[in-house]
């Protein structure tokens, strides 16, 4: 069973930054697809950075690229979603999850696996 962890979640002000990690434990597939995800109230989730295993590489979509990256430390099973230039519509509960597979960021459904998510605040 995959379990998820997420922290570095907290309160910032319009153009700083954070750090947010997820913790995995139990994740043995060899092919995966590793991604944060973002929902604010009464907003659609939504994909904010995918990473896939192997040669799969990263993805970020037009609407955080150049601001957020993420990336994975395989040795210690983290994974990151470093985020820079934080404005207010940023703020939202940040989720990390895990797909078996290759999976597209804009099918949330395809991913299997959940962490409890972690709150990110940007004030103006």
């Known amino acids: 069973q995959v379990q998820l962890v997420e922290s570095g979640g907290g309160s910032v002000q319009a153009g700083g930054s954070l750090r947010l990690s997820c913790a995995a434990s139990?994740?043995?597939?060899?092919?995966?697809?590793m991604a944060w995800f973002r929902q604010a109230p009464g907003k659609e989730r939504e994909g904010v950075a995918a990473?896939?295993?192997?040669?799969?590489?990263?993805y970020v979509p037009d609407s955080v690229k150049g601001r957020f990256t993420i990336s994975q430390d395989s040795a210690n099973n983290t994974l990151y979603l470093r985020m820079n230039s934080l404005k207010p519509e940023d703020t939202a509960m940040y989720y990390c999850?895990?797909?078996?597979?290759?999976?597209?960021?804009?099918?949330?459904?395809?991913?299997?696996?959940w962490g409890q998510g972690t709150q990110v605040t940007v004030s103006s």
């Open positions: 999850a895990v797909a078996v597979g290759w999976a597209p960021l804009n099918r949330h459904d395809e991913f299997k696996y």
């Open positions: 990473l896939y295993s192997g040669a799969s590489g990263t």
């Open positions: 139990g994740h043995t597939y060899n092919t995966y697809s």
